[in-house]
């Protein structure tokens, strides 16, 4: 079920059975030479759409440009500041609440909008706590989870790609965009073929260090069917992981 293809009513027949959505978030952002500008985006928006489908859950529409000033070396990359993105989540958030949401799951792809999301969840929760008189809304949770990092997933990409998935354009992203558009295979060798590994502060020292874009990867192994083993392995974990937050 996704937000974006329901009508009110329906949404309002959800609610009187459910209180939850997932909402993917990523980033809009360079993978490289060979990895989808919209890579971030994509993975948690195809996974969480699995699961949606199978088991009846909303998915919200993706969050699909994230903090990525770091990557605006590189043409086509997009970014909100830190400053915007909590903003906008916290608007997100309280629209959702006013209809009844009150479990609020982010599915995210981008590591890059960790710390982001944690402050736009504390501007929420002080909102209503700072409310005088005391908020009449019921109280809402939110989480954010890293697709990457749920249970039993990293160790499927190690399996998978146990030399050069990296930290930035890794195999496995780049497999499971492959995987959701099969068209968009890029198939042009890398030089070096594991990029460097180290640190960052802004776009200007990104791209000096990391020319072509990459972090410590070789996104050339990743293939389609790799990338189908991976949506099918995080669809479960997500499923999992989900239950147990909207248990609480
Ligand atoms: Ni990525």
Redesign the pocket.
Known sequence: MQLALSTWPEVESYLTRSKAIIIPIG?M?Q?GPT?LIG??AI?PEVIARVVGDEHEVLIGPTFNVGCAQHHLGFPGTMTLRPSTMIAAIHDWCISLARHGFTQLYWFN???GNTATIQAAFAEVYAGRSLETPPAKQPAIRMTSRNWWELPSVMAKCKELHPQGDGM???AS?VAVTYAAYPDQVRTQKLEPRIAPIGGFTDADHYRANFPDGRIGSDPTQATVKAGEQLIEVTANALWADFQRFIAH
């Open positions: 980033s952002e993978h990895g890579t971030d993975c792809g981008h590591g930035h354009a890794t992203e």
